[in-house]
């Protein structure tokens, strides 16, 4: 197995003019989704309660996701209903999941991609894995999350230095990034990151584009594919990361791995479940060429 992606797949309740629709989700659901589409052996470590659909799994192994390391507890799904309002998301926890743990089985990895939706991997199970992989990557959102009295989520400042210490990648929204740095400056988010010594940090603006740092070549904009066929753009910042994750892997260049991650987020948010991943090679690239090219190096704000 190339890569561990750790985190607990949900069941999501997507509400969109008073009409709810199932649908697999979570981070780690759509990192090794889109890591597996670009040719990664991976592997999701995580939790299912269940009620989590058997279709799904089928669904994952047809799509080469190892499954193995997923444990079936006998409580429910971690699930979420998400409201999408006039282009935003609110989301509502419905069930928590389980805490993660690590099984002696784990093995060693090429790379870790740590996609939490709330709060389920602990720090001893980070610095286990730290231990068990040669590259570790975090997406910040469930490792700052906590919900109001009816469920709500909201995000909640927490220091994160030692995670981030620990990490050659960390990614965060903008949103998300703004709780444990107090700015909303991509680049001064950047910054501090790095300064969290962590090799590479990405911000991601959803229709904005993102943001890439890196300690060695400093700062660039990666400009968003815009596509006027959007339809579902939940996942998409974990469809980026999976992509920069198994692009980086293959060829150590983190400005490439995001143009990949662009043009990938743009692509899946064109459809809704696993359709996100039924789509073209040539068109990926196409797309991914393109945000290549117009890369920009520390550009004004």
Known sequence: MDIAVCGNPTIDELVHNGRVRISPGGSAFFASCAAGYL??????????????????????RTLHID??????????????QITGTNGSRKLRLLEPGDKIVATRSTGH??????????????????????????????????????????????????????????????????????????????????????????????????????WLGSQRDGICFVPPFSDRSIRDSTGAGDVFAGSWLSTYLKTKDPVWAS??????????????????FRISRTELFRRAVWVYNHIEASPVY
């Open 67 to 80: 499954v193995r390391l997923l444990r079936k507890t006998a409580g429910h799904s971690t699930r979420f």
């Open 259 to 276: 143009a990949v991650g662009s043009a990938f987020a743009s692509l899946a948010s064109r459809k809704t479940g696993l359709a996100k």
């Open 109 to 210: 990895f090429r790379a870790v991609h740590l996609g939490p939706v709330f709060n389920e991997i602990p720090s001893s199970l980070v610095s286990t894995l730290r231990n068990r992989c040669d590259f570790l990557s975090a997406d910040l959102q469930g490792f700052i999350r906590t919900v109001t009295a009816n469920g709500a989520v909201q995000t909640v400042r927490r220091s994160l230095s030692r995670l981030i210490g620990q990490c050659d990648m960390v990614q965060a929204s903008i949103e998300e990034a703004r709780s444990p740095t107090r700015s909303r400056d991509p680049r001064v988010i950047l910054n501090r990151f790095l300064t969290m010594q962590a090799e590479y940090a990405i911000v991601t603006t959803g229709e904005k584009g993102s």
């Open 39 to 60: 040719g990664a052996r991976v592997g999701i470590l995580g939790n299912i309660g269940e009620d989590y659909p058997l279709g799904i799994l089928q669904s994952l």
